[in-house]
Every structure is written in C-alpha cells, then in structure tokens.
C-alpha cells in the first residue's frame, strides 16, 4: 500500500504508483489502456471502486460492491478497505442484500426490513443472537429446531459431539457435502427437522449432538 497522506493533487510519481497499486488491486491490468465504456459490467463495477478509492474519501459509500466479484476476489479487496480504513481513520457505509459480506467490514449493522429499521447491534450479535428466522438467514446458514416446545436457531458450527443421554438432541445422519475447509453434515432430528452442522469430518456415526450457542 502506497505511503501517503493526501491522494489529492500528487506528484507523478505518487499518482503512477497509487494508480498502478489501485488497477492490481481490482485486476485490470489487462485492460488498462481500454476506454471505459468497452469494459464489461464487472470490470466497470471494479473501475467504479478503484476510482472511489483513488479519492481517499474521509466517508467511503459502498451499495452492493462485491455483487459481480468471485469470492477470492471479494476477500482481497476487502482485506485492502480494511486496512485502508484504519490507517486513514475512514468512514464506510455499505449497502448489501448479503449479510455474510459485510459480517467483517462492519462496527454495527442497520438492518431495514419493508423500509423500516427492525434493529441496530454489533455483527457477533446479529450472526449468533437474531432475533427471527428471517434475520438469521440474511448472515448465513442456520438451523431451527425445537426443544421442548421453545424454537431455538442455531449455527451450524454451535454444537458439540455428546454420547447418546438424554438431554441430548437426537440426529440421523442423511449425507455429507464436502466444502473446502469443512464438510457440510446433513441431519434429521427426531421431529423430523433438517439440520446442517460443519465440522472437519464425515459425521456419519453421530447420533446425538448438544447445541452450544455462542455470545
């Protein structure tokens, strides 16, 4: 990351080595002497945030910004904002319909549902603490189940392995999907609910698990 205070009214040298810094960043060296306008949708979405950065702005607005991105694309210009946030002390507003994308970019989080603000609190709360189905799932997958007739949300990382009791939460083991760092475990519950739970293994030989909520 270029070293400065000011992007504004730089010298050459400054300017060359922040432009050349920002089109590596979105990756659009390959098309750096193109006009705008021939770019495609996503290259121009990544040009519209290359140039936004450019500004050093005190206030960043950012509406939908990773929607055209792939997932190794999205996490490096993320990690790029963040650090530029906390050295230049900057402001970010992000827009987004995926909750997931802005779990770590954001301080606090404004969620608006049918144009009204349903709840203000910090990410750690909205992901293991909603207050609905419908908000849970705007952060990720989530599990509901009932016990003893009050419905619980869960995770699909809260949960610890247990030997068959019984407090324990009866599960059948349907299938697994593997996801890179995890395997995604498929269960049914003993009324019937389909649950999902991440762990490193197949959980094939699970019959029972205790739900662990995390603060």
Request: hydrophobic share 40%.
């Amino acid at each position: 990351m270029v070293k400065r205070e000011k992007a504004l009214y730089l010298p050459r040298q400054e300017r060359d080595e922040l432009v050349a810094e920002l089109i590596d960043l979105v990756e659009l060296d390959h098309v750096k002497s193109h006009k705008a306008l021939i770019l495609s949708g996503g290259e121009q979405q990544r040009l519209c945030l290359a140039r936004a950065l450019a500004c050093e702005p005190k206030i960043l607005l950012l509406d939908e910004p990773f929607v055209h991105l792939d997932g190794r694309l999205r996490s490096k210009i993320s990690t790029y904002i963040l650090k530029l946030k906390k050295k230049r002390k900057m402001g970010i507003i992000l827009v987004s319909h995926d909750g997931s994308e802005v779990l770590s970019l954001a301080n606090k989080i404004i969620h608006f549902d049918k144009g009204q603000i349903k709840r203000i609190d910090s990410p750690q709360n909205f992901y293991f603490n909603s207050n609905s189905l419908k908000e849970a799932e705007l952060f990720g997958d989530v599990n509901k189940v009932k016990i003893g007739g009050k419905s619980i949300l869960f995770r699909p990382n809260e949960f610890e392995l247990t030997k068959p009791t019984k407090l324990g939460l009866k599960v059948k083991f349907i299938e697994s999907d593997f996801s890179g760092a995890y395997f995604v475990n498929h269960f049914l519950t003993q009324n019937k609910e389909k649950i999902r739970l991440y762990h490193t293994e197949i959980l094939n030989e699970t019959k029972e698990i205790s739900i662990k909520k995390r603060n």
